[in-house]
């Protein structure tokens, strides 16, 4: 934790809050569109909130206008309770409003015990732990020399529950993807479960729901949900270590060896080589991610040497700090984190 990451000016806090809006346009993630069973119930009773709570309020504007016309120009000329039919008014009026509170308690109480627990046997066990600002994913289940560790962007099958294990590194983050579940907390020290389902194919968006520092708005994530068979492919994939560059490619091969000899490895995790850092997100097979910098910018061979040269101005107050190579050390550091695919 930094202590600039606590206090970001207000207008930081407000360009990113402007951000994340833009960025809700662009892509709307609404929990009112659900892809999912729980999040379809969640939906459901989303939908008679806001209807009820809407005939609520017309109908108390409407009384309000009603009466203010009966009853003279101002407050004072008004008297509280007038007849014994106003005193009806008001008890019917308190029944109701008990009545409907009641019932969204219950609902809500139902609504809140359907989506708590799974039904069925998970397809996946993965443990989420928040970072400022970005998301670690490790599959758990598979022995330790094929345990997949991934950032920002999980994979996960359709049509059956996923369960989570959700834990923060640092300060208390909020997991969220608004299609396929609610929020659960990420708090540091404590182990919370969770999980998510997701009944179509589809590539879905979340987004940290917890102010947690200066880049709170831009700790993105996405979750691929995919058939079986696709899941099993992408998995297997992710559990072997890194491949070695070809030695065809030079640049490749030199590149692997500046980021072996350099402060890459003591940040991140290369599984496979002499790289064991785990400051920053393991880059085993970097190359099959489609963002950097959880949803900062673009997995492109440009965009991966601006954000290893300067990090920090695409992401201020990211602790990738920034990197003094030559170009060539540079381009060839590139080349290699492309063939980690
Ligand atoms: Cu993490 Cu907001």
Not at 158 to 165: D, M, N, R, T
Not at 245 to 274: E, N
């Amino acid at each position: 934790m930094t202590r600039r990451s606590l206090h970001p000016s207000w207008r930081e806090a407000a360009m990113g809050g402007a951000s994340v809006a833009l960025a809700g346009c662009a892509t709307a993630p609404s929990v009112l569109r659900p892809e999912s069973a729980p999040q379809h119930t969640l939906a459901t009773l989303g939908w008679w909130l806001i209807i009820v709570g809407s005939a609520v309020i017309v109908i108390v504007l409407a009384i309000e206008l009603v009466t203010l016309r009966h009853r003279g120009r101002t407050v004072a000329d008004t008297p509280l309770v007038a007849s014994p039919g106003s005193t009806r008014g008001i008890v019917v009026g308190l029944a109701i409003t008990a009545v409907v509170t009641l019932a969204f308690f219950i609902y809500s109480a139902v609504v809140l015990g359907a989506t708590e627990r799974p039904r069925g046997r998970p397809g996946a066990k993965i443990e989420i732990i928040g970072h400022q600002w970005w998301w670690e994913a490790r599959y758990l289940g598979g022995t330790p020399d094929q345990a997949v560790a991934t950032a920002n962007e999980l994979h996960i099958p359709i049509g059956v529950p996923v369960a989570l294990q959700v834990t923060s590194a640092d300060v208390i983050h909020s997991f969220w993807i608004p299609q396929l579940q609610g929020k659960i907390d990420v708090i540091p020290g404590i182990r919370n479960t969770f999980w998510i389902r997701a009944d179509t194919a589809g590539t879905f968006h979340g987004q940290c729901a917890e102010f947690c520092g200066l880049q709170h708005a831009h700790m993105m994530l996405t979750v691929t949900a995919e058939d079986a068979r696709s899941f099993q492919r992408w998995l297997a994939a992710q559990s072997a270590p890194a491949a070695a560059a070809p030695p065809s490619d030079t640049a490749a091969a030199a590149g692997g060896r500046a980021f072996m000899s350099s402060a890459c490895a003591l940040c991140h995790t290369v599984r496979g080589t002499g790289a064991h850092g785990i400051l920053g997100p393991d880059l085993t097979h970097v190359a099959s991610r489609h963002m950097l910098g959880a949803g900062a910018v673009r997995n492109t061979p440009g965009a991966l040497n601006a954000w290893i040269t300067d990090a920090p101005s695409l992401k201020p107050g990211a602790d990738m700090p920034r990197i003094d190579l030559t170009p060539a050390t540079m381009h060839a550091i590139v080349a290699y984190l492309q063939t980690l695919r």
